[in-house]
């Protein structure tokens, strides 16, 4: 009896060695697969002269079409940051980068804010990404909430201002940006919601673009409601805040502008079509 039991004895503390070493295996290979996703780091010093076709963001969406049996449209039309309004180079800025000039890609600051958040909502709610991570992002990773993600996308980001600089991030940016269901860039969504060139917008236009790139499927540029107001008001306070936007840019512009807005608003991305691209 005391022989089962002491062979017993030494069976399981066999298995559990077992368990053990099978368990830091893994761990081991899951460190190492880890490892080699935030180490691997795209070439984006092709990005200096050349426009990319499509971007990651762009197949992530189209996937998530063709998966739900429906085929989302590319539109997109390319534009030099000459050829883009200023107004709506500064209304983006101070929506979604306000120390973008300031940076090496990442805001510090806002990162640990966001992270103060998540550790009180127990979720990952905030992301305090800077225009760089979120052209990072877009170009080469997806919209994950993944902290290993994240990482990688602080890497690009480095890497995209070590080797293009703040006009050509920019430039990038403002071209891939999405801006409603299948609709991408500065020009595509001007025509789309105005009916005019990305150079022609106004600033009370550039500031009903930027209010919705966080959420451009949920919101419209010309469709008004209480939220959208306060967001546009509030970009555009901003603005003449930062010196981008001339005292007499007054609300009663933005309010005659969100009336004429409202009443032409057109349907954008719900057909399909080819990509247009310039």
Request: hydrophobic letters at 40%; a positive charge.
């Given at each position: ?19 053990l070493?099978w ?41 998530q079409?063709?998966a ?10 390319w ?51 800077t ?37 050509r ?5 403002l ?42 499927r949920?919101y ?49 991305g ?9």
């Amino acid at each position: 009896m005391q022989t089962d039991l002491i062979s017993e004895f030494f069976s399981y503390r066999l298995l559990r060695g077992r368990e053990l070493a099978w368990l830091a295996w893994l761990f081991g290979v899951l460190l190492l697969v880890s490892a080699l996703y935030v180490v691997w780091l795209p070439d984006v010093s092709e990005l200096k002269k050349k426009n990319p076709k499509v971007t990651s963001f762009m197949l992530l969406k189209e996937r998530q079409a063709r998966a739900q049996g429906k085929k989302l449209p590319r539109v997109i039309v390319w534009k030099g940051l000459d050829e883009i309004s200023g107004h709506l180079r500064h209304a983006v800025l101070v929506a979604e980068d306000g120390g973008f000039y300031r940076h090496k890609g990442i805001d510090w600051e806002s990162t640990r804010k966001a992270l103060e958040t998540d550790w009180k909502e127990k979720r990952f709610a905030k992301g305090g990404s800077t225009i760089t991570q979120q052209l990072a992002r877009n170009l080469y990773l997806s919209p994950s909430k993944n902290p290993l993600r994240k990482v990688k996308e602080m890497l690009i980001a480095r890497r995209l201002e070590d080797q293009l600089g703040k006009r050509r991030i920019l430039e990038l940016y403002l071209n891939v940006a999405e801006w409603g269901r299948g609709l991408y860039g500065a020009e595509a969504a001007a025509r789309a919601y105005f009916g005019k060139s990305a150079a022609e917008l106004t600033p009370e236009e550039a500031a009903a673009l930027a209010a919705v790139l966080p959420s451009p499927r949920r919101y419209s540029p010309v469709r008004g409601t209480r939220f959208m107001e306060r967001q546009k008001s509030r970009i555009v306070s901003r603005m003449r805040a930062s010196g981008y936007l001339p005292e007499e840019a007054s609300e009663e512009a933005i309010e005659a502008f969100t009336e004429i807005a409202a009443s032409t608003a057109p349907q954008v991305g719900l057909s399909s079509g080819p990509a247009i691209t310039q």
